[in-house]
């Protein structure tokens, strides 16, 4: 087996090292379902990337098959919009209610 000719010197194997470290991955949170998605990546949950979904999604998939069309994850944000505002709307009554005590 061949052996390297010279011996490497503690400086020069820091310095190949110290590329070595693993880099913390990026998660991002997915704007429609809001899962967890990798960075640059479609989301693994509804498939959606930038606005659109992407290729060999459930829909794309369903549609192939003509099947029933798949609960759209749209709807579930639309309802989570709908419940923020009487959340924030109910400490302000309470406040209110306070004022008039
Ligand atoms: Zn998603």
């Given at each position: 087996m061949p052996?390297?000719?010279?011996?490497?010197s503690r400086s020069k194997v820091r310095r190949r090292r110290s590329h070595h470290a693993l880099k913390a991955v990026i998660i991002d949170k997915c704007k429609?379902?809001?899962?967890?998605?990798?960075?640059?990546?479609?989301c693994p949950k509804c498939?959606?990337?930038n606005g659109r979904t992407a290729k060999g999604s459930v829909d794309a998939?369903?549609?192939?098959l003509k099947v029933t069309?798949?609960?759209?994850?749209?709807?579930?944000?639309v309802a989570k919009v709908a419940k923020?505002?009487?959340?924030?709307?109910?400490?302000?009554a309470k406040k209110a209610a306070k004022k008039a005590e």
């Amino acid at each position: 087996m061949p052996l390297p000719s010279f011996r490497s010197s503690r400086s020069k194997v820091r310095r190949r090292r110290s590329h070595h470290a693993l880099k913390a991955v990026i998660i991002d949170k997915c704007k429609v379902c809001s899962a967890d998605v990798l960075a640059h990546h479609a989301c693994p949950k509804c498939h959606n990337y930038n606005g659109r979904t992407a290729k060999g999604s459930v829909d794309a998939v369903a549609r192939k098959l003509k099947v029933t069309k798949v609960a759209a994850p749209k709807a579930e944000k639309v309802a989570k919009v709908a419940k923020a505002p009487k959340a924030a709307a109910a400490p302000k009554a309470k406040k209110a209610a306070k004022k008039a005590e």
